[in-house]
């Protein structure tokens, strides 16, 4: 093939390893940027691909410049893809798109300001309630409203690196109101129920191909999926108010939808147009996963998509052993400790890394070591 991928490792990994995975199934080239000697990708059966080494992980010119420059030499003519795996990575190229073009790098995203508005926690929000699809409630005053409330950060900030704040508490209240860049917040009602992700590529040419998950287990404060199943959400009708709103905004590519379903009701939670953790659960469960929907739609033809795996689960056991660690309590989702308990087996076997290309970064994690 006369295209090949830069892939950035280090950061929302998981995400970055399923993708690779696919990549090596069909063939597709691909080059590593590591973040650092630390990165975990070394303990891979990938360490071969790393192409540079980022001695600074900051995300300007001075630092990833030279990482490109490299990457665009060992490619030898052929067009470079930058895959889309993490926030930061996806706003920082489209800020120099126009620059990496005339490096022979192509950026598979939207305009830059289509982006932010399906990324921006408040722009995607107003965007959904234009088209009638139900957020949580608002709330203008956090210090004086009913408990739990979440806190978002209105748009993206690599400088601050905010991130949503849940307020279960009178002291976690109390800490919020103390915070610095409380005015760049926005406040909504918590919605407890089923965590559910709608998984979709939209193709330039008007394809869909959608996927969801039921998350089951969570770490605590709304970050990482530990747990999770194959869900029939995208079939339900209410996947395609998505489906269409993104269509009429001109979105194209990959994205997560986050809904939490309470009772019959259905509430949108936030999207991210980009690679997501559990990512392995589709690549394992679809006969044509959205990766592989990605690179087709990239101009990278798939022969044979992969099989699928019929009830595929997703399991990531070093999430669960960090927040345990931490002191933490992870956030079961319609799901209990007695079910994680009596289905263990069943998940450590789907586990993201106990696999042969991973397996020393598992073993790593599970039990220590060099």
Known sequence: MKTAFVIFTGYNQRATIAFIRVLEQHGVDYFLVATGPGDTIFLTRYASRVAFIRENPALDEEHLYPALGCVAARAQGKELVFAPSTEALNRFFLGHRLHLEKLGIRVPLVGESLYKTISDKSAFSDLCQSSHIRVPAPIRNPGDCPLPFAAKPSAYDPAKGLAPVLVFSEQDRENLLAHPDLNQFYFQEFVEGRSLYLLLHLSRSGETTKFSQENLLQQPNGKSIIAAMASDFHLHPESECY??????????????????????????????????????????????????????????????????????????????????????KPVFHNYSPNDLALDFPDWIRSDIYRRPDTIDLFTRAAFGGP
């Open 243 to 328: 489906i269409s709103m993104l269509r009429n905004s001109g979105f194209f590519g990959l994205v997560m939808v986050e809904v939490r379903q309470r009772g019959e009701d259905y509430f949108m939670i936030e999207a991210n147009p980009r690679f997501w953790g559990p990512s392995q659960l589709f690549v394992d469960a679809m006969p044509v996963n959205l990766f592989e929907a990605f690179l087709t739609d990239d101009g990278i033809p798939i022969e044979e998509p992969s099989p699928g795996k019929n009830g595929s689960r997703y399991f990531w056991h070093q999430g669960l052993t960090e927040t345990l660690q931490a002191g933490l």
